[in-house]
């Protein structure tokens, strides 16, 4: 008898290690300050030189990832290289000459007007304004060897970062009505056209479509809406437009990606997404004449570790559902790498139930985990739950002025139907001590908060398995403006 209940309380304790769904104190045991730590003082190293998309430095991230998931027990996803999926990113160089004529105008690239994407081309040619752009704005016009000129953004969509995510999808439409060239009326005082300028006037990456993105697509700066008016009149109907060819160059990169299949028969093709970008922005002249490396500790190392130690707990303790874990390159470059997962999934998008992604400026408050859209889905008691469990205080977005949903990878997402949250590390306000790090070379390791952050990466755990468990799948709540887009995802 003694012999038997030794057995049982081996196997017992073996199961409670491995197999079981891991509660807080499995996770407390797996998720150390040690092994956190020595992720991160990694991933954001000096000898990483701030993982700039297409440097040989983020490749070596790359490759520690994906071991790293390959450690957790985490198996390739179906079409995949191993753990990584790859992409062509391009590198585009302004053209030499851009020139739009309307009437007795004429606007030059660089100064009134920028080219956003597309080939070289020399046009004269009529113009057709209409609205938005978008599908239901194109219905009935024929645009065949045509101009077509549009509003920036949508009805809905009126923050600059939300028009960039828009480019694609007009360009596309307008390719497929017969359009020669778009262009997009800028007339936004969010983000001044001098800040544009300095930004989009060099060479930017974009995903290679394959000859998809040669329409050119342009921004005219109308700023008190003078074009609008008289495109809106009809007393511009003809325009010339003249691009000299872009310089392109190719640029290898890849997302890493792995997962665990979930236990229940049923719930297993059910997926919970884990993200996080793994990329920063490399190595550039800063404010400190001594240290030219962004190491990107909290933007976005800390997010690529949550991610780690997620699957440290789930490769070996299998939750109800399948998880993948995900860490998105470029998303520094305009969330090309998640972009391009959402366009090319690896898993059907209708069986993603969730995402829970993770990026972040850093913090300035340790009591808090900041959730951007913590309200919008119904996901939220679990994420609540979690945090009170670890001392921590989820809130919500305290800056819904700054569009922060629709600025990280998680968008590309919920622009799909799938509920997407960012989980970020506690901040109250964009102040001084969130501006000293972000996107500065000070964002080093050194000056992290380690046990403010076992905390944030052991309730970003317990918070994706609580949403991996439960019976129910989480959705938009009522009245989202992505709930619709969900509703189609899923049949609903």
Same mark, same amino acid.
């Given at each position: ?70 450690? #957790?027990?985490?198996? =390739?996803? !179906?079409?995949?290289?191993? @753990? *990584?999926?790859?992409?062509? &990113? +391009? ?96 007339? #936004?005082?969010?983000? =001044?056209? !001098?800040?544009?300028?300095? @930004? *989009?006037?060099?060479?930017? &990456? +974009? ?286």
């Amino acid at each position: 008898m003694k012999i038997l209940k030794s057995i049982l309380l081996l196997l017992v304790t073996l199961s409670t290690a491995y197999g079981q769904v891991p509660d807080k104190n499995s996770i407390d045991q797996i998720i150390t300050l040690s092994q956190s730590e020595s992720h991160l003082r990694f991933l954001a190293s000096d000898e990483l030189r701030g993982r700039d998309t297409g440097s040989p430095e983020i490749n070596i991230a790359a490759r520690y990832i994906a071991e790293s998931f390959r450690k #957790s027990g985490l198996k =390739p996803l !179906p079409g995949a290289d191993g @753990f *990584f999926q790859h992409m062509n &990113l +391009i590198q585009s160089y302004p053209p030499a000459d851009g020139r739009l004529t309307l009437g007795d105008t004429s606007f030059q690239q660089g100064k009134e007007l920028l080219v956003m994407r597309g080939a070289g081309v020399d046009l004269n040619t009529e113009i057709i304004f209409a609205n938005y752009g978008l599908a239901e704005d194109l219905k009935g016009l024929n645009l065949k060897g045509k101009i077509l000129v549009v509003k920036a953004g949508s009805e809905s969509e009126r923050d600059p970062r939300q028009f960039l995510g828009l480019i694609k999808t007009k360009q596309e439409l307008a390719k497929d009505k017969g359009a020669v060239a778009v262009v997009e009326l800028y007339n #936004s005082p969010n983000i =001044p056209w !001098p800040m544009l300028i300095n @930004f *989009f006037n060099k060479p930017q &990456l +974009i995903i290679d479509e394959g000859g998809k993105d040669e329409l050119p697509y342009l921004w005219l700066q109308d700023a008190k809406n003078e074009q609008l008016v008289g495109f809106k009149e009809k007393k511009i109907k003809k325009a010339s437009l003249v691009i000299s060819d872009l310089v392109k160059k190719p640029l290898p990169s890849k997302n890493v990606l792995g997962m665990v299949e979930g236990t229940d028969a049923k719930l297993k093709n059910e997926y919970l997404l884990l993200s996080a970008h793994y990329d920063h922005v490399g190595v550039a002249q800063s404010n400190n004449p001594n240290d030219s490396i962004f190491n990107g500790a909290r933007d976005n190392a800390v997010g690529t570790v949550a991610v780690l130690n997620a699957a440290s707990v789930l490769g070996k303790n299998p939750p109800r559902r399948s998880v993948i874990f995900a860490a998105w390159t470029a998303e520094e470059k305009g969330l090309l790498g998640s972009a391009y997962y959402a366009d090319h999934p690896l898993i059907p998008l209708n069986q993603t139930i969730y995402n829970l992604n993770i990026d972040g400026a850093g913090y300035n408050d340790t009591t808090l985990i900041t959730v951007i859209g913590l309200q919008r889905t119904s996901a939220e008691e679990h994420i609540i739950e979690a945090a009170r469990q670890y001392g921590l205080t989820a809130t919500s977005d305290p800056a819904p002025e700054q569009g922060l949903f629709d600025r990280s990878d998680n968008v590309n997402f919920a622009r799909k139907g799938i509920p997407a949250p960012t989980y970020s590390t506690g901040f109250t306000a964009f102040d001084q001590e969130i501006m000293k790090y972000y996107h500065q070379v000070a964002d080093e390791p050194d000056g992290l908060n380690f046990n403010y952050l076992l905390k944030y990466f052991r309730s970003y755990a317990l918070t994706a398995t609580k949403i991996a468990n439960d019976e129910n799948r989480p959705f938009w709540t009522s009245g989202d403006k992505y709930e619709e887009a969900g509703k189609k995802l899923y049949h609903q």
